[in-house]
């Protein structure tokens, strides 16, 4: 069953598909509200707190490619599953690149598309539980605040892109278990991933110039021939 605090926003100028995922996703639990333009799509998630949105490419006003670079460009981190015909390599790239985080080509399959919901919501961070421990990740002295989108290391405040802590949220869920380049990819950049798998590494070293200053413990590790890990290790020189 579905997390029923989970807020959707769904965007698409074709009625008859609009009505049909907005009934679709309500029944699986979710609340859900539609809207077939990208005007009133930015003007909703200016006042609204969603925690998805499905995005149409197709739009009578301009493109969902264009809603989603405005939506970034105005610091808005809700994460995006594009849903379109489109089904060019070139085109998926675009869409990534403007921030993107998920991609599902019609037709689609109903399976296929809760699943997709599921896992970006998952690592969106959201979650609704009454314990407040379940709000906050650790490791050593990192501390995450997912309702607030807070990194702490000891008392210093962190800032993070909404990429960076996607990733490292992932990291800290795994703690102490080594993962490949290609699952942490498909994880936190959707699956199938599509785009320069050196990725990882640049992000990667965005994270440890922000978090591993000289004399802390090393959180973040490279792992020769397999892969990466999070834990607390010796601390840098």
């Known amino acids: 069953m579905a997390d029923e605090a989970a807020r959707l926003l769904i965007v698409d100028d074709d009625p008859e598909l609009l009505r049909f995922l907005v009934d679709e996703l309500s029944e699986a639990g979710f609340r859900c509200s539609g809207c077939d333009n990208g005007q009133d799509a930015l003007l909703r998630l200016r006042q609204e707190q969603f925690q998805l949105v499905l995005l149409d490419w197709t739009l009578p006003d301009f493109s969902g490619i264009e809603v989603c670079r405005r939506l970034r460009n105005s610091g808005n981190t809700t994460p995006v599953l594009m849903l379109t015909a489109r089904d060019d390599i070139d085109e998926r790239v675009n869409a990534l690149d403007a921030g993107v985080d998920d991609y599902l080509t019609k037709p689609f399959n109903l399976k296929e598309l809760h699943a997709r919901v599921r896992a970006r919501l998952r690592s969106g961070s959201y979650q609704r539980s009454d314990d407040p421990s ?22 210093q405040e962190i800032s993070l892109s909404q990429r960076e802590f996607d990733l490292l949220c992932h990291f800290v869920r795994n703690a ?10 498909e994880a936190v950049w959707g699956s199938p ?9 640049v992000y990667l ?8 200053k ?8 490279t792992i020769r021939g397999a892969g990466f890990m999070a834990r607390v290790g010796a601390p840098k020189p």
């Open 193 to 201: 991933f599509v785009g320069d798998p050196n990725t990882l590494d």
């Open 176 to 185: 102490d278990a080594v993962q490949s380049r290609q699952s942490i990819l």
């Open 134 to 155: 379940s709000e906050q990740l650790s490791l050593g002295d990192l501390q995450i605040q997912l309702l607030e989108r807070k990194v702490l290391r000891g008392e």
């Open 214 to 221: 000289s004399g802390q413990p090393q959180l973040l590790h």
């Open 205 to 212: 070293g965005y994270l440890r110039k922000k978090l591993e």
